[in-house]
């Protein structure tokens, strides 16, 4: 099985600053990678696949890097609408979520 | 535009079968993969399996033993049975759209897939006597 682990778990952040997520992996995925938000009561939603592309409506303030077990997801600058928790998923083999950073805002 | 309805009890006994339903309205499920995921109260996201039509389904290696998914091409809709369910199980489940167009696209390869892009809204399942 492969394994996503995300850091931090939580982090607390000001409005305008930029904020980074970390994903790895624990075997190579080469850029088989998604990211979701999720809003408390709210089903996931798509910000980005292939570790880098932007889905459809995502806010160009969201960016994806990466390769092989490594992978981040960049917010350039926090607004308040992006309190959420953030998964990273990886489609290598099957599926396989992180276990999501939640971001609150300061 | 493209929906997804999960239905389904919302209360199952200890050791019995969860068993859960999505509609697929908006798109043929023909033309795609589709998943079942949960979310335990308070916890993370757990991909359950997945499934295309005229292939075998793919699940969790940690749920295998306990699950099934399934298609009903005439209804439009994909189903998750779960056998004997504990209060592990007790979560909200997703369906999910899970690949590109296979009508137009190589949907079976990494090179074309976009994400889970289309959600239900969630059904919550609690196990329970």
């Known amino acids: 099985d492969i394994q996503m682990t995300q850091s931090p778990s939580t982090l607390s952040a000001s409005i305008g600053d930029r904020v980074t997520i970390t994903c790895r992996a624990s075997q190579s995925i080469s850029n088989w990678l998604t990211w979701y938000q999720q809003k408390p009561g709210k089903a996931p939603k798509l910000l980005i696949y292939k570790a880098s592309n932007l889905g459809s409506g995502v806010p160009s303030r969201f960016s994806g890097s990466g390769s092989g077990t490594e992978f981040t997801l960049t917010i350039s600058s926090l607004q308040p609408d992006d309190s959420a928790t953030y998964y990273c998923?990886?489609?290598?083999?099957?599926?396989?979520f992180g276990q999501g950073t939640k971001v609150e805002i300061k | 535009q493209v929906q997804l309805r999960e239905s389904g009890p919302g209360l199952v006994k200890p050791s019995e079968t969860l068993s859960l339903t999505c509609t697929v309205s908006?798109?043929?499920?023909?033309?795609?993969?589709w998943s079942w995921i949960r979310q335990p109260p308070g916890k993370g996201l757990e991909w359950i399996g997945f499934m295309y039509y005229s292939a075998n389904a793919n699940y969790n290696p940690s749920l295998k033993n306990r699950v099934t998914i399934s298609i009903d091409t005439s209804k439009n809709q994909f189903s998750l049975r779960l056998s004997s369910v504990t209060a592990a199980d007790t979560a909200v489940y997703y369906c999910?759209?899970?690949?590109?167009?296979?009508?137009?696209?190589?949907?079976?390869?990494?090179?074309?897939?976009?994400?889970?892009?289309?959600w239900g809204q969630g059904t919550t399942v609690t196990v329970s006597s």
């Open positions: 999910a759209r899970d690949s590109g167009d296979c009508s137009s696209l190589n949907c079976h390869s990494n090179d074309y897939y976009y994400g889970m892009d289309v």
């Open positions: 908006g798109a043929s499920i023909n033309n795609y993969y």
């Open positions: 998923q990886q489609y290598n083999i099957y599926r396989t």
